[in-house]
């Protein structure tokens, strides 16, 4: 695993941007496997940025995001697809029908993990892979305890998770208590992997991540086992890191 440690999350932003558009420009029919929350925004802003000015392009690009709220159809703007296509999709140059994400409204949740595991295989597995990190140590929706070996699944989000992003809910508005996500088995198949963090609330995770033993405890210590994973936080984020 190779940690960066930046001086801000504007820093982290423009690193991860570089990383993309690198990896855009050696191989235009990549894989990306990418993640919604706020980790990403800045990153998906920049590309947007790079893909204006005609630096990048997303024209052949075949995307795969990581979960899925159940209960909420993609046109729900809580939804990860409306996120994904507000904050990327709608304003790239990318094939809307090569981009993925779980079908949250499947009558056959189980069915439609089984139908996206396969649907990543089908493209040739994922390239690079984009993560950000729960307060808990989660990627993706694995939360703690959910095996190193797991695939796509239903998962039910913990209490921490539910309350952390409660703040993207009105009070009154149903929150989904359930999800779909791709495995840690899935994450840990893809060639490379990045991980962004900032701020003073996720360094208590990053130890777990980077310093921690591998266990179930924190999903993303099992970053450590991958050969290509880099890590990318700001100094707030790498508080703990002794
Ligand atoms: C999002 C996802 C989650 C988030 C994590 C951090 O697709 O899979 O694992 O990356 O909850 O969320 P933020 O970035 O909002 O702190």
């Known amino acids: 695993?190779?940690?960066?440690?930046?001086e801000n999350a504007e820093a982290v932003a423009d690193f991860a941007c570089e990383y993309f558009v690198g990896q855009l420009k050696r191989q235009p029919k990549s894989?990306?496997?990418?993640?919604?929350?706020?980790?990403?925004?800045?990153?998906?802003?920049?590309?947007?940025?790079?893909?204006?000015?005609?630096?990048?392009?997303?024209?052949?690009?075949?995307?795969?995001?990581?979960d899925e709220y159940i209960g909420l159809a993609g046109d729900h703007p809580q939804s990860y697809r409306y996120f994904m296509n507000d904050k990327l999709f709608d304003h790239v140059n990318i094939d809307q029908a090569k981009t993925h994400v779980p079908n949250g409204a499947a009558e056959d949740p189980n069915a439609e993990c089984a139908r996206y595991e396969a649907a990543i295989?089908?493209?040739?597995?994922?390239?690079?892979?984009?993560?950000?990190?729960?307060?808990?140590?989660?990627?993706?929706?694995?939360?703690?305890?959910?095996?190193?070996?797991?695939?796509?699944?239903?998962k039910t989000l913990t209490?921490?998770?539910?309350?952390?992003?409660?703040?993207?809910?009105?009070?009154?508005?149903?929150?989904?208590?359930?999800?779909?996500?791709?495995g840690i088995g899935t994450i840990l198949d893809a060639?490379?992997?990045?991980?962004?963090?900032?701020?003073?609330?996720?360094?208590?995770?990053?130890?777990?991540?980077?310093?921690?033993?591998?266990?179930?405890?924190?999903?993303?210590?099992?970053?450590?086992l991958h050969q290509h994973a880099v890590v990318v936080v700001d100094e707030d984020a790498a508080s703990l890191l002794s």
């Open 121 to 154: 295989a089908e493209a040739g597995g994922i390239d690079l892979q984009l993560l950000g990190i729960g307060v808990n140590g989660h990627i993706g929706f694995n939360e703690p305890l959910s095996s190193l070996a797991s695939r796509t699944r239903v």
């Open 191 to 224: 060639k490379e992997v990045m991980l962004l963090a900032t701020g003073p609330n996720k360094a208590e995770a990053v130890r777990g991540c980077v310093e921690g033993p591998v266990s179930a405890a924190c999903p993303a210590s099992a970053l450590q």
């Open 159 to 182: 209490k921490s998770t539910i309350e952390a992003n409660s703040r993207y809910f009105d009070a009154d508005e149903f929150q989904p208590t359930d999800a779909i996500t791709t």
């Open 1 to 6: 695993m190779r940690l960066v440690i930046l």
């Open 31 to 66: 894989v990306l496997g990418l993640a919604t929350g706020s980790s990403p925004v800045a990153l998906y802003q920049r590309l947007i940025q790079a893909n204006q000015k005609g630096e990048v392009s997303f024209d052949q690009v075949t995307s795969f995001n990581l």
